[in-house]
């Protein structure tokens, strides 16, 4: 007889597995949203590194660029080569006047 459960026990029961049934479901929906969220982020973070990684690998062609010699480089104009030229002979002329003294 001790089993035998009321009306009141059985619906107060009941009411009681109602209530931990919705608790886990909030539970569930709260961890769920959580992951999503991680996830989200998780996400996000990896776009940025991609984009990270592919703007050093554009800089990094930018520079090797930069660095090789092109025609330009090559090629000085006229002007130049005569401006560094006198400076070269001023500077020899000073060198050896030095040594005649």
Known sequence: MAD????????ELEQLRAEKAAQQE?????RDRAELQRLKE?????????EAIKREAALREQGRK???PDEDDLNMPMGQ???L????????MIVV???LK
């Open 42 to 50: 998780e996400r996000a973070r990896a776009a940025r590194e991609a």
């Open 97 to 99: 006047s030095h040594f």
């Open 4 to 11: 035998e459960l009321t009306e009141a026990e059985r619906a």
């Open 81 to 83: 080569k005569i401006v």
């Open 85 to 92: 030229a006198v400076i070269a002979l001023l500077v020899l």
């Open 26 to 30: 909030a539970a569930q929906a709260a």
């Open 66 to 68: 930069f660095m090789e």
